[in-house]
């Protein structure tokens, strides 16, 4: 089994941080995903931060 490695997303619009996920550890790309964000009231794109 892989080891995870837990990872924050952070919206690109307002910088706020919504969403934890798990990723694969040997992953050296970073996450961008399109996701609700509460604070601007709609889907926007959230990247994993460092």
């Known amino acids: 089994?892989?080891?995870?490695?837990k990872v924050?997303?952070?919206c690109t619009v307002c910088l706020s941080r919504n969403y934890v996920t798990n990723t694969?550890?040997?992953n050296t790309e970073?996450?961008?995903l399109?996701?609700?964000c509460p604070k601007c009231n709609k889907h926007t794109l959230h990247?994993?931060?460092?």
């Not at 089994?1 to 490695?5: F, L, P, R, T, V």
């Not at 990247?47 to 460092?50: D, M, N, S």
């Open 1 to 5: 089994m892989k080891d995870k490695k």
């Open 8 to 10: 924050i997303l952070t």
């Open 24 to 26: 694969n550890s040997s």
């Open 30 to 32: 970073r996450i961008e």
């Open 34 to 36: 399109m996701k609700y």
């Open 47 to 50: 990247k994993q931060t460092k």
